[in-house]
């Protein structure tokens, strides 16, 4: 495949966020007030070869006191922030071509590139089910980004490892990997662990000026502070008052919650705000911020059966689906495999299964729009939750509430990144692992002066139906001496249940004693990929006495019928 660069676009990717112009002739500067900042990168992303995440997390802290974010500044610490991802991934598509294509689905508002991985054998190059692997929609879970990343090195450290699993799933699937969607919001993350929203500017306050960068720790505790009333009506963010007007962070940078600005029952309540200033605010229309038009336009363009969207920032961990809007769009067959395997899900993940948005109603969502635009199973994971980090107490001096913690809240601590997202790798693996594709087996057997032959294809899944009717065409070369019954068919073998299996017969008049003929089976469905077998029959080789079975599982099978052949010829 093509190697998708742009190699001015990744100059200026790899430029922290200070570099970016805002309206109104303002500069946003990342500014470091606390005494403990340690704006170092601990990731060995310098040295020569390629760096795997679990050593770059070799050696990482634990707990900061403080918003460890904010503690460890623009460098993220053990994180990976825009500039060390975009790197990291350059290092891997140039270390490992045979398996990885890092290309883009287009930029973000601020020009940084949207970075995506595929995964797959590349020497197959026939079409394969696609599965979609998609983290930080929202900017302050950060930790998607480091599950995402554990999830590709992974599976490339076992594919060269010759794992068997691993190697079946990149000859028969295509996995793409968004690590970061929402990377404007990201990277503000050392100056407001708050932000959570996109950073396309939006006036809230309506003062003519779009994004006051006021937020910071101006007490220099590592913590950025929100403020409530006593009825809880938000006041504002620990900062400074740029404009004057008596307010802190009351129109903070951005934006849009990514996760309320898709198509289906875009702006419904509850769950999603007309308001530009609420946390879950929609967006002016749908698809309104580039991140989500990007990704939609990719998607649309895709054949996606499986994906999963990683969140953080929850009570405890759990597996989403939907429906999240109260109308409801699943039902029937739908919401039992959504149940059955979202139970086997939760038994290798430990995550809580919790159907319908995880008990509260929302709209706009992507797993929501990702099932009614053709994506068979569209789970959420949220992969960590730690409340006991996030606290709330009364000042008696300011006369507000002051709510601290938001990034514990919603990332682990460095030391327990990896272990979070091997933990998580394992729903990840089973969702790209169950994605259907199809298995041919044949029998082939000469009855009289009929030839037959006996195909059988088998949804190998455990627990995913195709989704749609198989189709089975299989064509013939006819030898000098033999006559065909037909050179080309193609029959309806309907939908494939898990572990279902459909047979049918081919059969071809033999008029001669001795034939050879050259068989060619296709099957193929709506996003399961396409299969193709091929060889080569002679008259010796299948007699009324004897039947030769030949099982070509998936894509694997065209790469063995160089050793069926010459098995033959030794025959």
Same mark, same amino acid.
């Given at each position: $495949?093509?190697?998708?660069?742009?190699?001015?676009? %990744?100059?200026?990717?790899?430029?922290?966020?200070?570099?970016?112009?805002?309206?109104?002739?303002? =500069?946003?500067? *990342?500014? %470091?007030?606390?005494?403990?900042?340690?704006?170092?990168?601990?990731?060995?992303?310098?040295?020569?070869?390629?760096?795997?995440?679990?050593?770059?997390?070799?050696?990482?802290?634990?707990?900061?006191?403080?918003?460890?974010?904010?503690?460890?500044?623009?460098?993220?610490?053990?994180?990976?922030?825009?500039?060390?991802?975009?790197?990291?991934?350059?290092?891997?598509?140039?270390?490992? !071509?045979?398996?990885?294509?890092?290309?883009?689905?287009? &930029?973000?508002?601020?020009?940084?590139?949207?970075?995506?991985?595929?995964?797959?054998?590349?020497?197959?190059? %026939?079409?394969?089910?696609?599965?979609?692997?998609?983290?930080?929609?929202?900017?302050?879970?950060?930790?998607?980004?480091?599950?995402?990343?554990?999830? *590709?090195?992974?599976?490339?450290?076992?594919?060269?490892?010759?794992?068997?699993?691993?190697?079946?799933?990149?000859?028969? &699937?295509?996995?793409?990997?968004?690590?970061?969607?929402?990377?404007?919001?990201?990277?503000?993350?050392?100056?407001?662990?708050?932000?959570? &929203?996109?950073?396309?500017?939006?006036?809230?306050?309506?003062?003519?000026?779009?994004?006051?960068?006021?937020?910071?720790? $101006?007490?220099?505790?590592?913590?950025?502070?929100?403020?409530?009333?006593?009825?809880?009506?938000?006041?504002?963010?620990?900062?400074?008052?740029?404009?004057?007007?008596?307010?802190?962070?009351?129109?903070? !940078?951005?934006?849009?919650?990514?996760?309320?600005?898709?198509?289906?029952?875009?702006?419904?309540?509850?769950?999603?705000?007309?308001? !530009?200033?609420?946390?879950?605010?929609?967006?002016?229309?749908?698809?309104?911020?580039?991140?989500?038009?990007?990704?939609?336009?990719?998607?649309?363009?895709?054949?996606?059966? =499986?994906?999963?969207?990683?969140?953080?920032? $929850?009570?405890?961990?759990?597996?989403?689906?939907?429906?999240?809007?109260?109308?409801?769009?699943?039902?029937? *067959?739908?919401?039992?495999?959504?149940?059955?395997?979202?139970?086997?899900?939760?038994?290798?993940?430990?995550?809580? %299964?919790?159907?319908?948005?995880?008990?509260?109603?929302?709209?706009?969502?992507?797993?929501?729009?990702?099932?009614?635009?053709?994506?068979?199973?569209?789970?959420?994971?949220?992969?960590?939750?730690?409340?006991?980090?996030?606290?709330?107490?009364?000042?008696?001096?300011?006369?507000?509430?002051?709510?601290?913690?938001?990034?514990?809240?919603?990332?682990?601590?460095?030391?327990?990144?990896?272990?979070?997202?091997?933990?998580?790798?394992?729903?990840?693996?089973?969702?790209?692992?169950?994605?259907?594709?199809?298995?041919?087996?044949?029998?082939?057997?000469?009855?009289?002066?009929?030839?037959?032959?006996?195909?059988?294809?088998?949804?190998?899944?455990?627990?995913?139906?195709?989704?749609?009717?198989?189709?089975?065409?299989? =064509?013939?070369?006819?030898?000098?001496?033999?006559?065909?019954?037909?050179?080309?068919?193609?029959?309806?073998?309907?939908?494939?249940?898990?572990?279902?299996?459909?047979?049918?017969?081919? &059969?071809?008049?033999?008029?001669? !004693?001795?034939?050879?003929?050259?068989?060619?089976?296709?099957?193929?469905?709506?996003?399961?990929?396409? =299969?193709? *077998?091929?060889?080569?029959?002679?008259?010796?080789?299948?007699?009324?006495?004897?039947?030769?079975?030949?099982?070509?599982?998936?894509?694997?099978?065209? $790469?063995?019928?160089?050793?069926?052949?010459?098995?033959?010829?030794?025959?």
């Amino acid at each position: $495949m093509n190697k998708l660069f742009v190699i001015g676009s %990744l100059l200026t990717g790899l430029i922290l966020l200070s570099s970016i112009g805002i309206n109104n002739s303002q =500069t946003l500067v *990342i500014t %470091l007030n606390s005494p403990i900042s340690q704006n170092v990168s601990l990731k060995r992303q310098t040295k020569d070869g390629y760096s795997f995440i679990w050593e770059d997390y070799t050696g990482a802290p634990g707990d900061q006191p403080g918003d460890d974010s904010v503690v460890f500044g623009p460098a993220f610490g053990p994180y990976h922030n825009y500039s060390e991802l975009a790197n990291k991934l350059m290092k891997l598509n140039t270390t490992y !071509p045979e398996i990885i294509e890092v290309f883009t689905i287009g &930029k973000t508002y601020f020009e940084r590139e949207i970075y995506c991985v595929q995964i797959t054998n590349e020497s197959i190059t %026939l079409q394969k089910t696609e599965v979609l692997i998609v983290g930080q929609h929202h900017a302050q879970e950060q930790i998607s980004v480091e599950n995402a990343l554990y999830f *590709i090195d992974k599976v490339v450290n076992d594919y060269f490892s010759a794992s068997t699993t691993i190697q079946t799933l990149l000859n028969t &699937k295509a996995i793409y990997v968004i690590p970061s969607l929402n990377i404007d919001g990201a990277e503000l993350m050392s100056q407001n662990p708050w932000q959570r &929203k996109t950073l396309r500017p939006i006036d809230e306050d309506g003062d003519g000026l779009e994004d006051e960068y006021e937020v910071q720790d $101006m007490n220099q505790d590592g913590y950025v502070e929100r403020m409530y009333d006593r009825s809880h009506n938000f006041i504002g963010d620990e900062g400074r008052d740029l404009d004057d007007d008596g307010r802190i962070g009351n129109d903070k !940078p951005g934006g849009v919650d990514p996760n309320r600005n898709y198509a289906y029952a875009f702006g419904k309540q509850p769950g999603a705000s007309d308001n !530009p200033s609420a946390w879950n605010y929609h967006g002016p229309h749908a698809f309104s911020e580039n991140c989500t038009a990007r990704f939609r336009d990719f998607v649309l363009q895709r054949n996606f059966i =499986t994906a999963v969207s990683l969140h953080s920032g $929850m009570d405890y961990t759990m597996i989403l689906g939907p429906s999240a809007y109260e109308g409801g769009v699943l039902g029937g *067959i739908d919401k039992d495999l959504y149940i059955s395997t979202g139970t086997k899900l939760q038994e290798l993940t430990g995550f809580s %299964l919790e159907m319908g948005g995880g008990g509260y109603a929302t709209s706009g969502v992507w797993d929501d729009w990702m099932y009614t635009n053709g994506t068979l199973l569209a789970f959420t994971f949220e992969t960590y939750g730690n409340p006991a980090a996030y606290s709330s107490t009364y000042n008696d001096t300011t006369g507000y509430y002051h709510h601290r913690g938001v990034w514990d809240y919603c990332n682990p601590p460095g030391d327990q990144v990896i272990e979070n997202s091997a933990q998580t790798y394992q729903g990840l693996l089973f969702m790209a692992e169950e994605a259907p594709y199809v298995a041919i087996q044949t029998a082939n057997n000469q009855v009289g002066e009929e030839l037959q032959i006996e195909v059988t294809v088998t949804n190998p899944s455990s627990y995913i139906r195709t989704n749609g009717s198989i189709a089975l065409e299989w =064509t013939a070369s006819q030898a000098a001496n033999m006559t065909l019954l037909s050179t080309k068919h193609t029959v309806d073998l309907g939908e494939l249940e898990a572990k279902a299996s459909k047979q049918t017969t081919i &059969k071809f008049a033999i008029d001669q !004693p001795t034939y050879s003929v050259h068989i060619k089976l296709r099957a193929d469905g709506p996003k399961v990929g396409v =299969t193709v *077998i091929e060889y080569t029959l002679h008259s010796s080789q299948v007699t009324t006495e004897a039947t030769v079975s030949i099982v070509l599982v998936g894509i694997i099978g065209a $790469m063995m019928l160089v050793i069926l052949r010459k098995k033959r010829k030794d025959d």
